[in-house]
């Protein structure tokens, strides 16, 4: 079964950066990645960036002028760069994508399962 999984979280000091990345497990037909969110403890998921299939970008104002979203289509990956990470970027960071497992499946919705951030001195 397909799964979308992040990787690249863990403990930063603020003002450091990071790099997470997005790709699904196992063997697909097509992905088409949608974008990056982020959940901090007792707060809603919010949108951190998208990036839709003609690659239009934009940014949660939260983010803007620190964070970059792109894709490797030849390796099915996302990534997202943060940088001058601040403690309130502390929070689970989730990614979106749609994607049709094979020829005889549908396209379909999909989560990550998320990588927390920790921006602490």
């Known amino acids: 079964q397909v799964q979308l999984v992040e990787s690249g979280g863990g403990l930063v000091q603020p003002g450091g950066s990071l790099t997470l990345s997005c790709a699904p497990s196992?063997?697909?037909?097509?992905?088409?990645?949608k974008g990056w969110y982020r959940q901090a403890p007792g707060k809603q998921r919010e949108l951190v960036a998208w990036i839709t299939r003609g690659g239009i970008i934009d940014y949660n104002d939260l983010v803007m002028g620190r964070a970059t979203v792109s894709r490797d289509n030849e390796k099915n990956t996302m990534y997202l760069v943060m940088n001058n990470l601040k403690p309130e970027d502390t929070a689970v960071y989730f990614c979106?994508?749609?994607?049709?497992?094979?020829?005889?499946?549908?396209?379909?919705?999909?989560w990550g399962q998320g990588t927390q951030v920790v921006v602490s001195s």
């Open positions: 979106n994508a749609d994607i049709r497992p094979s020829t005889d499946a549908l396209l379909k919705n999909y």
């Open positions: 196992g063997r697909i037909l097509t992905i088409n990645h």
